[in-house]
């Protein structure tokens, strides 16, 4: 499964995620495409899931979020709204403000480019329960 998804994954894997590690249940990594300077207001990053990795809820302010799937399966949910099922080929638009969390599906790597601007604030854990819920759905 991992040989299949990393043919698919074009931007690579990238290191283990170790600056945000806090804020995953399980492992994810990191591969910089554009840092944000004083020309460019945004970073662009391809995040890899491991199956089953999500991140905790979080806002984004000052900004804003885009998510482009590129490989594996996965979720994205906004707080209080069903969850939706991702796929390569998906495209996610993350408002200021709202509270969301993403990641892979239980049984498949997943991953995005984020095209990030502003700041994030990190919160709760998705807990094991909510997203048990969302795997007998899919």
Known sequence: MMNEFEKENIFGLGQKNEAYAKYF???SFLQPLIAGDDNVDVNVANVTFEPGCRNDWHIHHDGYQLLLVTAGQGWYQEFGRPARHLKAGDA?????GVKHWHGATKDSWFAHVAITKGTSEWLEAVSDEEYAKLSEEK
């Open 25 to 27: 249940n399980k492992d």
């Open 92 to 96: 996610v638009k993350i408002n200021e």
